[in-house]
């Protein structure tokens, strides 16, 4: 069984920052890519950023040059550093993490989803 733990959304004024993380726990032999979404109401769910296990990221043009993705493998965490934040990027943020078990098997694992609203 694998867990993930999302902590870090919350409520800011345009212009701020957060920072998100993403912790798997569990039976785990090794995690692979590791990525955000994000869901806004009455829209689908879309990409943030990823981060492959060689540390090589993708983030989206919406985001790029404010947010920066990251990741522990001691820790098998995945950040996200959110700065200059907009309203646009209101929305229930979620963790998706590729983990290889110990039959070497690869399966995706979403986390809960953490709520990140950006308003004055």
């Known amino acids: 069984q694998v867990q993930l733990v999302e902590s870090g959304g919350g409520l800011v004024q345009p212009g701020g920052s957060l920072r998100l993380s993403c912790a798997a726990s569990?039976?785990?032999?090794?995690?692979?890519?590791m990525a955000w979404y994000r869901q806004a109401p009455g829209k689908q769910r879309d990409l943030v950023a990823s981060i492959a296990s060689d540390g090589s990221t993708n983030i989206v043009d919406s985001v790029r040059g404010r947010f920066t993705i990251s990741r522990d493998n001691a820790k098998n965490t995945c950040y996200l550093q959110m700065n200059s934040l907009k309203s646009e990027d209101t929305a229930v943020y979620y963790c998706w993490v590729r983990i290889i078990d110990y039959q070497y098997r690869g399966r995706i694992y979403w986390g809960q989803g953490t709520q990140v609203t950006v308003s004055s």
């Open positions: 569990g039976t785990i032999r090794s995690i692979g890519t």
